[in-house]
């Protein structure tokens, strides 16, 4: 279990994550080409074009490892998801983690800065479409 998280959190801090993205879009190829009919064969194209736009989007977080959104992403972003993950956990199985509550000011701040993050990716990834 510990070993599959580090892995998990590894792939994701270094940008390994596109591994999933060449398995499914190599399925969705073999698809196309099994395809019995016009109709599965147009899911498939469907398909393919979804994970190729999936894999250019990680392509491009991944081109710009030092910008303001990919460093607030492994410093904000990622210790609150898995400080939120960690109290679900412990809700849910009981665990005797303790998990303590932030301070009001660090959870006021969090209510911002995450936001923050994810918008300023999300429009860093369309200005860079845009400008192609």
Known sequence: MI????????????GGSTGGLAEQLRQAYEAK?????SI????????????EAAI?????ANE???????????????PF??????IILDSIFIFQWDVLALPERVMRLSEWLVPAVIVGDAGRTIFRRLAR
């Open 3 to 14: 070993g599959t998280i580090v892995t998990f959190l590894t792939r994701l801090l270094v």
């Open 33 to 37: 080409l099994q395809a019995e009919n």
């Open 40 to 51: 599965v064969r147009a899911q498939a194209e469907h398909d393919i074009k979804r994970i």
């Open 56 to 60: 250019e989007v990680a392509k491009v």
């Open 64 to 78: 710009d490892r030092w910008s303001a959104t990919s460093l607030g992403r492994y410093l904000i972003v990622v």
């Open 81 to 86: 998801g898995l400080w939120y993950s960690a």
